[in-house]
């Protein structure tokens, strides 16, 4: 694609190569030509083996696990790239990595998040494209545009589809009080109700106490949250409405960090199905698990791109 005298070029780290070959397939270009390899010592080489001099380069790196290294080919990626005199350099980024760290807990704690901000923009980067940030503060880290794009339109178009839309049986359920204003925003998507689980320890090595503010007896329930990473909070949160009465129990997500215990647990909970957006990959051997639905976000990068390309506002693919 040429707009303005400049191709598009996409090249692909290895976090997540699947999808940035979407990308390039729904955008009509070829993958850029670039190898990603690592030294005996742990060290990361990047060989660029095309020109770019000129050119809108779009790097596709998710900063997932392994975060550190993925966040190293990230930096080099983008080095490399404003050394060999590209246009513009662009770091799409589907999950941003350490947005968990975004603001101080305790003394001498670090803000993480930030501190990777500075990194991608000392390293060249002129934009960063992103989806559901952990904290949308993290926008304000950056001394560079970044467009950040909403994975909820897309997750709700799928119980769309399967009918859960309109129904008076239906319940939107916030997992604790930090997710509920992203419930609500989807719950009217689906013009349902919402219910919110709130979560107390009486005092120290008591159990956790679940309190469910709304009614989910005889509903189908869906959970959302931003990500889910060891899947411990979304699987109490299941097992609970299915203790209380609920009548199904869904569960969708943007991120699938899926860490440590997580497939384990949810395939123990009363999760009936996991919705998540490919913005990580899953595993190998993962990829078909019954429990588990993955919708593409290729085509929502794919718009993002042609617009920043074209030098066209993003305005539309922010709509909530």
Same mark, same amino acid.
């Given at each position: 694609? &040429? ?6 070029? !996409? ?17 009509? !270009? ?9 030294? =005996?010592?742990?060290?990361? /080489? &990047? ?8 050119? @809108? ?12 290294? *993925? ?35 305790? /003394? ?17 980067? @002129? ?24 994975? /909820? ?7 769309? @589809? ?11 359920? =916030? ?15 689906? *013009?349902?109700? #919402?219910?919110? #689980?709130?979560?107390?320890?009486p005092k120290a090595n008591v159990s956790e106490i679940m309190n469910i503010i709304g009614d ?7 959970? #959302?949250?931003?990500? #889910? ?6 699987? *109490? ?19 699938? !960090? ?7 647990? &949810?395939? *123990? ?20 698990? /019954?429990?588990?639905? =993955? ?6 990068? =794919? ?10 506002? %993003?305005?539309? %693919?922010?709509?909530?």
């Open positions: 694609m &040429i707009t303005n005298g400049n191709n598009i070029k !996409v090249f692909a780290g290895n976090s997540n190569p699947k999808l940035a070959q979407e990308i390039a397939d729904i955008l009509g !270009v070829k993958m850029g030509s670039a190898k990603v390899s690592t030294f =005996s010592d742990g060290e990361i /080489s &990047i060989d660029i083996n095309e020109t770019v001099r000129g050119e @809108d380069v779009f790097i596709v790196q998710s900063t997932c696990s392994p975060v550190n290294n *993925n966040l190293m080919e990230l930096l080099i990626m983008i080095d490399a790239f404003k050394r060999a005199s590209a246009g513009s350099i662009t770091a799409v980024i589907p999950y941003y990595g350490y947005a968990r760290q975004d603001r101080k807990v305790k /003394s001498r704690d670090p803000i993480t998040a930030k501190l990777v901000a500075d990194l991608i923009t000392a390293a060249g980067a @002129d934009r960063v494209l992103t989806m559901d940030l952990h904290a949308a503060q993290i926008q304000g880290y950056f001394n560079i545009p970044v467009d950040h794009l909403l994975g /909820s339109p897309i997750l709700a178009k799928y119980f769309v @589809d399967k009918g859960l839309a309109d129904q008076e049986d239906v319940v939107v359920v =916030s997992p604790d009080l930090g997710s509920v204003t992203r419930a609500r925003k989807f719950a009217d998507k689906l *013009n349902a109700p #919402i219910a919110i #689980i709130d979560k107390r320890r989910i007896k005889d509903k189908r329930c869906i959970l #959302i949250d931003d990500m #889910i990473d060891t899947a411990g909070t979304i699987s *109490n949160a299941a097992n609970a409405l299915r203790d209380l009465g609920a009548k199904n129990v869904y569960a969708c997500c943007t991120h699938g !960090v899926l860490s440590g215990p997580a497939f384990e647990r &949810i395939h *123990n909970s009363a999760i009936e199905e996991l919705v998540m957006l490919n913005t990580i990959a899953l595993p190998e051997g993962k990829e078909d698990t /019954s429990k588990f639905k =993955s919708l593409s976000v290729a085509q929502l990068i =794919s718009d993002a791109i042609k617009r920043i390309h074209e030098e066209e506002p %993003l305005s539309k %693919l922010f709509e909530v």
